[in-house]
C-alpha cells in the first residue's frame, strides 16, 4: 500500500481513497465461486474480480469493492483482496470465514456469506462477468488482463494502478476523469465521516 501512495505523490495524485469494502470481496468471490459450482482457480478467482471491478469503473463510475489495484506479471490484481485470498493479513473478517486459502492453487467456499452488500446492478454485473468470462482458464484470463491499456510489466515487481490508468486506457477525456476520481474522493469522505 506504500507504494500505491507513492506513486501517488510521483503522479500528483492527492486523492483521499475509499475504505476497502471486505463484505463486498467476500460475497463477489462467493458469487463467483457459487456459479462455477466447484472449487475455482485463485488465479482465475483474481481475474473475475478485476474485471468486473475495472468495468464498475467504467460504467458506473466508482467500483464495487474499492480495492488498490496494482500489476503484476500475471496481469492486474485487487492488492487487499490478494492478502486475503493469502491469509496476508494481519486481522480476520468475513473473507476468512467464507472462503478458502488456495490448497493445489484453488480457493472454495466455506459458507455462504449471502449477497446482501451487493446491489442489484453489481449482482448482474458479476454474473455478466462469468457468464462471459467463465469458461476462460486462468492463463487465458491472464492474457486478456495483459491486454487492458492500464497494465505495465511489472518485471517481477509490482505497479500501482490509479483509477486514472483505467479510465484513460478506456478513452476518457481528462474531464471526465477528473470527474470521476472527484465522485470516488467524495465517496471516501462520507466512508472517513461516517467511520466505515
Known sequence: MEEYFERCRYTNCSMMIPNFKEDKATQAAALLLSLKGAPMSHLKLMKLLYIAEREAILRWRRPIIFDRYVSMNKGPVLSQTLNKMHGECETTGSWERFISTPENNKVKLLGDPGIESLSDAEEALLREVFSLY??????????????????????????????????RGAGKTDIEIASIVDEIENIAMMDNYMGQ
Do not use: A, K, V
Not at 140 to 167: A, K, M, N, V
Open 134 to 167: 467463465g469458461h476462460m482458464n486462468r492463463w487465458r484470463l491472464c492474457d486478456l488482463t495483459h491486454e487492458f491499456p492500464e497494465w505495465e510489466d511489472p518485471q517481477g515487481s509490482s505497479i500501482p494502478i490509479l483509477y486514472e490508468d483505467i479510465l
